[in-house]
């Protein structure tokens, strides 16, 4: 009995990990880290690359990915939280091919979603199924109970930092809070407006020592992105600096993170719940 509901087990989990998008939450410990502008150049570069992929703004305060890419949606993640809107139906064109749900803007009262709400929309996210191959979750600077929920269910963690010490402190902080929850979370570190990619490195291995140490967790570099005023400008302009500015260094950086990340997209993801429910069932 107890095989036959593992070998259902098994079969269901090889169904999600071949139909369910790869989940990444992107999460910093500070605010203005560059989260979203790395969540939205990211997802035109992916999918350049001919990833199916899908940006979910899980801000309901201070949303902003539809902003930097001048779109105007009719409806966001406050209207599929409510059930008026499915996911699908809030889904947007973005520009360079990807596709936003957009996060909402002073609802104070929706700006932290309870448990429930949470998992309905991670339900119609992962039912999306092979029309997304990658699913990157913007999330609100600081580690609130949203975020902590995303990053708890996401296949992978992107976390931003910059070098400033007070990122850096808040980086180790959302790494501990996230990994003493779930200790087998995979968790990579990006710098952002960093100097060169030396300097980037360091931050990392300044990080991830002191998780080693500390958490007994160890984190994997994802990469860097330089500190560029083409950025800056692209944002005053609502326009990703991927497409802004294609040539300028932040642009070249993100096309390398995207390279590393697809490479490692092709990976089936390796620890989904069910996955682990199985091998617990069977040994
Ligand atoms: N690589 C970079 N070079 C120069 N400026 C940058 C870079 N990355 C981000 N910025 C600047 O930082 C600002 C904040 O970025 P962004 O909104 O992406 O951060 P965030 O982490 O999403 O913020 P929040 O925590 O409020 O959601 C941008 O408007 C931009 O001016
Ligand atoms: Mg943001």
Known sequence: MLIDQA???????????????????????????????IAVNLAIRLSAMGRKVVLLDADLGTANADVLCNLTPRANLAHVVSGRWSLSEAMVEAPGGFRLIPGASGLAQMATLGEFERQRILEQ??????????VLIDTVAGIGPNVIGFALEADELLVVTTPEPTAITDAYAAIKIVTRQRPDADVRLLTNMVRDATEGRAVHERIDSVCRRFLNVSTRYAGHVVADPRVTA???????????????????????????????AVDPPGDGLIRRMATWLTG
């Open 234 to 264: 692209a944002v005053r302009r609502r326009r990703p600096f991927v497409i802004d500015s294609p040539q300028c260094e932040a642009s070249v950086c993100i096309a390398q993170l995207a390279h590393r990340m697809d490479r490692h």
């Open 7 to 37: 070998e259902a087990l098994r079969n269901l989990a090889r169904k999600v990990e071949v139909d369910s998008p790869r989940l990444i939450a992107v999460i910093s410990g500070k605010g203005g880290v560059g989260k979203s502008n």
């Open 125 to 134: 996210v992962r039912q999306l199924g092979q029309e997304a191959d990658l």
